[in-house]
């Protein structure tokens, strides 16, 4: 069993519409959850990171942790065609960090 | 600020030679930086972390030998892959982190490709 586990999709919404994505993990004594965005050939970019159970908000973005169940989501509001991409979760106990395989979505115009 | 850069952005070998990957924090002190190795439509995978100044801690399953990392300054991080062969062909992606910080911050990436 994968310490961290993401469905990879593909995932495709109209433009506008609410994109959600989850991960669940493992290891309980993971305590950094992470968001990132990756455009194909390149690095991924931090988009959220979150500390406790709840939810955080960033413009369009929401990031919600549910610490007892081992399970976050990532919600893009009002989605656009340039936020077509990977999106990979990420998660730390100290240092290292253990990613999912990765969602592809695709916002069509 | 946080920016991290990668060079070469792609680079093709023959099998058997030797291919060096820089990777640079231009803008912070990277105490600590990561280098990592993504398969198409994969996950990054860590393949060895770095401290300035000291050895690189290899993840297991990963020949210390044939991917040699020297991490001479706060700056810089090099990755040699050495007596490459098609199946070390891959994406490379190296971050960096400031005193062991939680957050990573990655560079563009490096396209590895052996013929």
């Known amino acids: 069993q994968k310490e961290v586990e993401q469905d990879p999709g593909p995932l495709s919404v109209p433009e506008g519409a609410i994109v959600s994505l989850n991960c669940t993990y493992s290891?309980?004594?993971?305590?950094?959850f992470m968001w990132y965005r990756q455009y194909s050939r390149k690095g991924p970019e931090l988009l959220m990171y979150?500390?406790?159970?709840g939810n955080k908000e960033d413009g369009r973005f929401t990031a919600q942790v549910d610490k007892s169940s081992k399970y976050i989501s990532l919600f893009i509001r009002d989605s656009q065609p340039s936020d077509s991409a990977t999106y990979l979760c990420?998660?730390?106990?100290?240092?290292?960090?253990?990613f999912g395989a990765g969602t592809t979505v695709t916002v069509r115009a | 600020g946080a920016v991290v850069s990668q060079h070469p952005s792609w680079v093709i070998c023959k099998s058997g030679t030797s291919v060096k990957i820089e990777c640079r924090s231009l803008?912070?002190?990277?105490?600590?930086m990561f280098w990592y190795r993504q398969f198409p439509k994969q996950s990054l995978m860590l393949m060895a972390t770095?401290?300035?100044?000291?050895?690189?801690?290899?993840e297991q399953g990963v020949e210390k030998d044939k991917f040699l990392i020297n991490h001479a300054s706060l700056t810089l991080s090099t990755l040699t892959v050495t007596s490459a062969h098609p199946e070390d062909s891959s994406f490379y992606i190296c971050?960096?982190?400031?005193?062991?910080?939680?957050?990573?911050?990655f560079g563009p990436g490096t396209r590895l490709t052996v013929t």
């Open positions: 990420a998660m730390t106990a100290d240092y290292k960090l253990s």
């Open positions: 770095s401290n300035e100044g000291s050895k690189a801690t290899y």
């Open positions: 971050s960096a982190s400031h005193d062991r910080d939680y957050e990573q911050y």
């Open positions: 290891n309980s004594a993971f305590q950094y």
């Open positions: 979150t500390y406790s159970s």
């Open positions: 803008d912070f002190q990277a105490t600590t």
